[in-house]
């Protein structure tokens, strides 16, 4: 199957994961049939789907917990406190829009501490996250990325 790597037996997944992974697929289908992007299963579970293209956003889902590490940074959305069809359904969504070209990352520096967000712009509106963290850490980074699409 083109644009597969597996570090670990689909069959070792839990039903929950294997769930997971069909969202992904089905939801990334195009881009992985096209050959622009990979996907990646490794031994802990997390799947992970890197485009070609260097402009658009790389995305790890951890599991049946559909936590999403993205971009270079791995900037975090954290889903695990959903209850189990609205975290599969925002899942769904926020894939949509990250491999369509519809994710950016905004970082902001204030008086004491700078917070990087990032936005989803779904059909169902925008999602947003934020983490809050001391200026030195976040000394040269750009203040607005728009990722492209798959």
């Not at 802990?44 to 889902?61: E, Q, S």
């Not at 993205?70 to 990250?98: D, S």
């Not at 501490?113 to 712009?121: D, E, K, L, R, V």
């Amino acid at each position: 199957m083109p644009g597969y790597c597996l570090a670990m037996s689909e069959d070792a997944l839990s039903p929950q994961d294997r769930q997971v992974l069909e969202i992904v697929r089905e939801v990334a289908s195009e881009p992985l049939e096209a050959g622009r992007a990979h996907l990646d299963i490794d031994d802990r579970g997390w799947f992970t789907l890197t485009p070609t293209n260097p402009d658009a956003c790389r995305v790890a889902i951890a599991g049946s917990e559909c936590d999403l590490l993205l971009g270079p940074e791995g900037w975090c959305h954290e889903l695990y406190y959903l209850k189990e069809r609205e975290r599969l359904h925002q899942l769904r969504i926020c894939l949509v829009a990250v491999i369509t070209g519809h994710y950016e990352e905004v970082y902001r520096k204030g008086w004491l501490f700078t917070y990087n967000a990032g936005i989803f712009h779904t059909s169902e509106g925008q999602i947003e996250f934020r983490h809050h963290a001391i200026h030195e850490k976040y000394e040269g980074r750009r203040d607005h990325r728009i990722f492209a699409a798959y």
